[in-house]
Each structure stands twice: as C-alpha cells, then as structure tokens.
C-alpha cells in the first residue's frame, strides 16, 4: 500500500494513520473498531489514541449505535481545521510537482 502524503510528513505511527484515516473520511462516523481493523490497530494501541482525540475534541461523538458509540472529525475544532488545511496544501503541492514533471 502507498503511504499518504500526509503520513509521509508526519511518519505512519498509530497517532498519524488515525487522524489520516478520519481525513480522509470526514463525512462519515466510525465506531473504534472500524478504525482498528481498516487501520491495523488493536484496541491496547488504539484506546489511549482514542481517548486523547476525544479529550482534545479533535472527533466528537456523532450517535450511540446499538452498543457502540461512533465518532466522526469535529471539523469545529482550531486544529482540525489546520490539519485539514494542511492535508490539502500537500495534496495541492503533490499535484504541482507532478504537473511540473511532465
């Protein structure tokens, strides 16, 4: 799998693919273990990611789903929208230097 312009800034550590992934998904809630299993994470790895994304507001708890809760990007939130930003400006710039190659 080809690594994302965004972990390749910020390396393809737990904390990196968890916020790439709700990037790359912001329209759409996820419980944790959708997040584990589309990211490789098991739950010792992925809770305390979880908890301190929830407690910085960076994702925001959408609907309780039978026994599950799921969450999406709080896209309020002053950092997330820097990341988001961010993620397209290196998207942005991915593209120009491939333009500028051909």
């Known amino acids: 799998m080809e690594q994302t312009i965004f972990r390749n800034l910020f390396g393809d550590g737990p904390k990196a693919r968890v916020l790439d992934f709700f990037l790359d ?3 759409f809630d996820y419980c944790m273990s959708e997040v584990m299993k589309a990211e490789k994470l098991c739950a010792a ?3 305390p990611i979880w ?3 929830i407690w910085r507001g960076m994702i925001v708890r959408t609907r309780k789903l039978g ?6 990007l709080n896209k309020e939130n ?3 929208k820097y ?3 961010l ?6 710039e991915k593209l ?3 333009s500028s190659k051909q």
């Open 96 to 98: 120009a230097n491939q």
């Open 25 to 27: 998904n912001q329209e």
């Open 83 to 85: 990341l988001i930003t």
């Open 87 to 92: 993620d397209f400006s290196l998207i942005d």
């Open 45 to 47: 790895t992925l809770t």
């Open 67 to 72: 026994n599950g809760e799921r969450y999406k």
């Open 51 to 53: 908890d301190d994304l």
């Open 78 to 80: 002053p950092i997330v």
